[in-house]
T-cell receptor
């Protein structure tokens, strides 16, 4: 079945760039997403990318997609303490969305 | 109501008791979902509904049931709770069709503890 994998934890210093990586197995994915979950809250969509795109940039966020390797990354420039959260990678194929396990980003002041 | 709401916020429940977690959305979304979130396991889909009147099983449906009598409500019932059902439960909804409407909107979650 479909599988989405992420590392569990990432720690960066405030002001540095963060890169969160994700791999997926479903070659029929149509959309790939990054969701953010702050403590005690539900998930909120941060950004998404169509499977026919290589890159999407939105302010401090850059999403890179390598469809050949089935690798998705999220880069956060100038990481702030408010970026501390769990980041979920997800992929959509047909009507199903599969979430990764989530990467906890810790920003050190 | 704005968006998607869940009730209760948290609940402690004795094993063997029946419990219904409520979820309501006011966005007229066709699809609704129930997930459980457990440490080290991420989000796992329990049940889903693509439209009012239909439901389907997700990845971990055992011990749970759902109904979708109308567009807005999607309750999740634990018929006889067990400690392994201790988790944080998230309800979500999404519209169907069109690239911009693929986002799932999540409720704030219900923290359930089964003793």
């Amino acid at each position: 079945g479909e599988d989405v994998e992420q590392s569990l934890f990432l720690s960066v210093r405030e002001g540095d760039s963060s890169v969160i990586n994700c791999t997926y197995t479903d070659s029929s994915s149509t959309y790939l997403y990054w969701y953010k979950q702050e403590p005690g809250a539900g998930l909120q969509l941060l950004t998404y990318i169509f499977s026919n795109m290589d890159m999407k940039q939105d302010q401090r966020l850059t999403v890179l997609l390598n469809k050949k390797d089935k690798h998705l990354s999220l880069r956060i420039a100038d990481t702030q303490t408010g970026d501390s959260a769990i980041y979920f990678c997800a992929e959509k194929s047909y009507q199903k969305v599969t979430f990764g396990i989530g990467t906890k980003l810790q920003v050190i002041p | 109501i704005a968006g998607i709401t869940q009730a209760p916020t948290s609940q402690i429940l004795a094993a063997g008791r029946r419990m219904t977690l409520r979820c309501t959305q006011d966005m007229r979304h066709n699809a609704m979902y129930w997930y459980r979130q457990d440490l080290g396991l991420g989000l796992r889909l329990i049940h889903y509904s693509n439209t009012a009147g239909t439901t389907g099983k997700g990845e971990v449906p055992d011990g749970y049931s759902v109904s979708r009598a109308n567009t807005d409500d999607f309750p999740l019932t634990l018929a006889s709770a067990v400690p392994s059902q201790t988790s944080v439960y998230f309800c979500a909804s999404s519209s169907t069709g069109g690239p911009v409407k693929v986002e799932q909107f999540f409720g704030p979650g219900t923290r359930l503890t089964v003793l």
